[in-house]
């Protein structure tokens, strides 16, 4: 394994910039740049750098050594905390691309060599990349929480019950004679049963995870003048922390990214929905929910003398009464709120964080966050039910395991124990270089 290193930090000109160095030739890039052995591991040692061919200082500050497999990559990985000033990290990187034992890492490989020592499954992988990404305090806390092994952890226990029932199955197979305790269907039954209700509840989240990781996208829709545009510059204003020019945006749809409450939230309303609407009261409204439908979330908006009924709103919806202060009406199911003197909408904005995931911090369970894992158990609980099937019609044993084997396996693709190769470049690629 070659020994690679890069910058760690984001490029650009900083108080303090890392490099990072992981592989055999670790503790010769501290000698070569420091003059001296590396420092004991994991204690900080001051230190000057030189360009190993001139002699010439380069800069002063920190090194650390970390001895494989305690490190992050599991390798050995030396850490160079200097000065981030742009001339500083060039000559530094310039030093390290001149010794022969090191070359540049590529995006996401400090990690990748972590996952192929054992030190992180897939998903905790995958928990560091949205971690990096996190824009918003309830995608860190699920990155973090994913990043620390509690998806992995689920997974890898519901593999290991596989596993137990998968070694009964054998066991019939083995030794169809042999005085198996208990017969197959009532030894493996309730297990299959249990698992089968455990997967299909957790399949079953309202996709709270993924939107949380994706964003949420809420539209708001309504009559003309029921106050659309007056609520999302209220929402906006308030809570307007990510504010972004984001491709996606279409022209005649005005989207605004906000952080609700830790939620990221991508509201729309229009200039283009509204004229539509006001061209032919009814069928406009018709046809902006029609264009609302491929929203996560709607907001349906009426106002006292602009409709007030919610005919339109579906199930799910979130029904917003505006001008309370006109005299505005909430109701069963209706938020009543004020987009002109504000009232309700810290209760709107309770509903629209509840709805849009971040519920889930109460959760006891970690929730899914990528396609990826869905189709992993989807495929999961496919093969689970037919074991189940294969069961209780009374088939051979053999037929049960088989399928056993590939529920089993399926979970295992998910955390990367078996049988990943073809994936990996794909999850790897949106890392950025230095991880
Ligand atoms: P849209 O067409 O649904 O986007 O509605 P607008 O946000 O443009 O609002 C239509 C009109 O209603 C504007 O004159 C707003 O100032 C007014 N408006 C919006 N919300 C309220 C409210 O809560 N109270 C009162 N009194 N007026 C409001």
Excluded at 95 to 108: E, Q, S, T, V, W
Excluded at 157 to 173: C, H, P, S, T, V
Excluded at 186 to 194: Q, R, Y
Excluded at 298 to 326: H, S, Y
Aim: hydrophobic share 45%; net charge negative.
């Amino acid at each position: 394994m070659e020994t690679i290193y890069a910058l760690s930090t984001a490029p650009g000109r900083a108080g303090v910039a890392v490099i990072r160095v992981s592989g055999a030739g670790a503790r010769d890039a501290i000698s070569h740049l420091t003059g001296a052995e590396a420092p004991r591991p994991r204690e900080a040692a001051l230190r000057r750098f030189r360009d190993p061919e001139t002699g010439a200082a380069l800069d002063r500050g920190l090194v650390l050594f970390f001895e494989g497999p305690n490190s992050f990559s599991g390798e050995d990985v030396a850490e160079f905390h200097i000065h981030g000033g742009r001339a500083v990290v060039a000559a530094m990187l310039r030093c390290l691309g001149h010794m022969n034992f090191l070359r540049a890492a590529m995006p996401g490989e400090f990690t990748r060599r972590a996952f192929e020592n054992g030190k992180m499954d897939l998903t905790a992988v995958e928990g560091l990349a949205d971690l990096i990404d996190a824009e918003t305090e309830a995608q860190r806390v699920q990155a973090l929480r994913q990043m620390e092994g509690a998806l992995g952890a689920l997974y890898e226990g519901w593999r290991a019950r596989l596993m137990k029932a998968l070694a009964y199955a054998e066991a019939e197979i083995d030794f169809p004679d042999e005085e198996v305790p208990g017969d197959l269907i009532a030894k493996l039954g309730p297990d299959i049963e249990t698992l089968s209700r455990e997967i299909a509840a957790h399949l079953d989240d309202g996709r709270k995870g993924e939107r949380l990781r994706d964003g949420v996208e809420v539209a708001i829709v309504g009559p003309p003048n029921a106050g659309k545009s007056s609520l999302l510059n209220r929402l906006a204003r308030r809570e307007a922390a990510i504010v972004s020019d984001e491709a996606g945006t279409t022209r005649d749809v005005l989207e605004v990214r906000l952080d609700l409450g830790g939620v990221p939230v991508t509201l729309a309303d229009t200039a283009g929905l509204r004229e539509a609407v006001g061209a032919v009261e009814q069928e406009g409204v018709r046809r902006a929910l029609a264009r609302a439908t491929k929203a996560d979330l709607r907001i349906v908006v009426a106002a006292p003398g602009e409709g007030t009924d919610f005919t339109l709103a579906r199930d799910g919806d979130i029904r917003v009464m505006n001008k309370t202060d006109l005299g505005g009406r909430a109701g069963e199911g209706v938020i009543g709120v004020s987009a002109l003197t504000g009232e309700g909408l810290d209760a709107l904005e309770a509903v629209l964080r509840e709805k849009a995931g971040a519920a889930y911090e109460a959760q006891e369970h970690p929730l899914i966050t990528r396609a990826r894992h869905r189709e992993g158990l989807a495929e999961c609980a496919a093969s689970l039910g037919r074991a189940g099937d294969a069961l209780r019609a009374g088939r051979d044993a053999e037929l049960v395991a088989e399928d056993l084997r590939l529920a089993a396996r399926a979970l295992g693709r998910i955390t990367g124990r078996v049988d990943v190769e073809d994936l990996l470049d794909v999850i790897f690629r949106d890392f950025c270089i230095g991880k």
